[in-house]
């Protein structure tokens, strides 16, 4: 008999558990260590079981055994089915387990559970959309640095590339690439250095030099019309017609969103909730469809 129902958003630095009972009253939450698939499905599981745990130790109610506990989880990576196979193979025994995207959860969360789409862009970028007629699309979200577009990672990659040019001396200097190099080093060795280091997160905190330029270096104006540009192209991808309700989330995007054109900007929404909140709305939905027999 499932007595808990648990959401889950796991990803690359923190694990959050959001606890309630049956009936949808929530009672506690917890968090733990990085669970993206990709760091290891041991270690994923491990982080989010002690997530669990903790969820119920704020709630201040003994651990159960899992078989009472229906579990959904939108954890990075599991858009990556030998990933998800693996992850959902290796179920501790949950009495019923979801294991979706942490893009699809931060949507459902967005939305209170109702269709809509979502562009996220953090360090990362994705778009995903869910029709009234049950169908979802995801749009970008390749991975860094082949995809991405309009992300923190890859507004920092550009940024670094142009302090790269002003190095070699086939650009001028401006106010973005000497931020770039008080960041990441001011002469060829020192960056390059950087550069052979570097990865995804690194690039993504090269960002914030973008935006401070802006208003000095055209390089920099140009560079974030471009990111708004990406971000509207997600956006139109995955709703063409324009009829659904538009959420964006992560630094980069709030910050951008206000940039779309009149006609976007018409269809935004601010996010109802958040992605555990969603792993949550899902489980409860799986709950009362398939009655309690595991």
């Known amino acids: 008999m499932v007595e808990f129902l648990v959401g889950v958003?796991?990803?690359?630095?923190?694990?959050?558990?959001?606890?309630?009972?049956?009936?949808?009253?929530?009672?506690?939450q917890g968090q733990a260590g990085p669970s993206a698939l990709q760091q290891g499905i041991p270690s994923a599981?491990?982080?989010?079981?002690?997530?669990?745990?903790?969820?119920?130790?704020?709630?201040?109610?003994?651990?159960?055994?899992?078989?009472?506990?229906?579990?959904?989880?939108g954890l990075s990576g599991v858009s990556n089915p030998p990933w998800r196979d693996e992850f959902v193979g290796t179920d501790p025994g949950f009495a019923k387990l979801v294991a979706e995207t942490d893009s699809f959860t931060m949507l459902v969360g967005a939305h209170g559970g109702r269709p809509g789409a979502i562009v996220i862009a953090g360090t990362?970028?994705?778009?995903?959309?869910?029709?009234?007629d049950g169908t979802r699309n995801v749009v970008g979200g390749w991975g860094f640095p082949v995809s991405d577009e309009g992300s923190?990672?890859?507004?920092?990659?550009?940024?670094?590339?142009?302090?790269?040019?002003?190095?070699?001396?086939?650009?001028?200097?401006?106010?973005?690439?000497?931020?770039?190099?008080?960041?990441?080093?001011?002469?060829?060795?020192?960056?390059?250095?950087?550069?052979?280091r570097a990865g995804q997160f690194e690039y993504g905190q090269v960002a914030p030099a973008v935006f401070e330029s802006e208003s000095a270096d055209p390089a920099a104006a140009e560079l974030l019309s471009h990111a708004v540009a990406s971000l509207e192209a997600i956006a139109l991808a995955l709703d063409p017609q324009g009829g659904l309700p538009l959420a964006v989330s992560g630094s980069i995007g709030e910050r951008l969103s206000e940039r779309f054109s009149p006609a976007l900007r018409s269809h935004l929404v601010q996010p109802?909730?958040?992605?555990?909140?969603?792993?949550?709305?899902?489980?409860r939905a799986v709950v009362e469809w398939t009655g309690s027999e595991r």
Do not use: M, N, Y
């Open 45 to 73: 599981w491990e982080q989010v079981q002690l997530a669990v745990r903790r969820a119920f130790e704020v709630a201040g109610i003994a651990v159960p055994d899992w078989s009472r506990v229906a579990l959904a989880a």
């Open 152 to 196: 923190g990672a890859w507004l920092g990659l550009h940024a670094v590339r142009i302090a790269q040019a002003a190095i070699d001396g086939r650009s001028k200097a401006g106010a973005l690439a000497r931020a770039v190099w008080s960041r990441c080093g001011g002469d060829r060795d020192r960056l390059q250095a950087w550069c052979d």
């Open 272 to 283: 109802a909730d958040g992605p555990a909140a969603g792993a949550l709305t899902l489980i």
């Open 124 to 132: 990362g970028s994705i778009g995903e959309v869910w029709r009234a």
């Open 9 to 28: 958003d796991g990803g690359g630095t923190s694990t959050r558990a959001l606890l309630a009972r049956r009936d949808g009253q929530v009672v506690g």
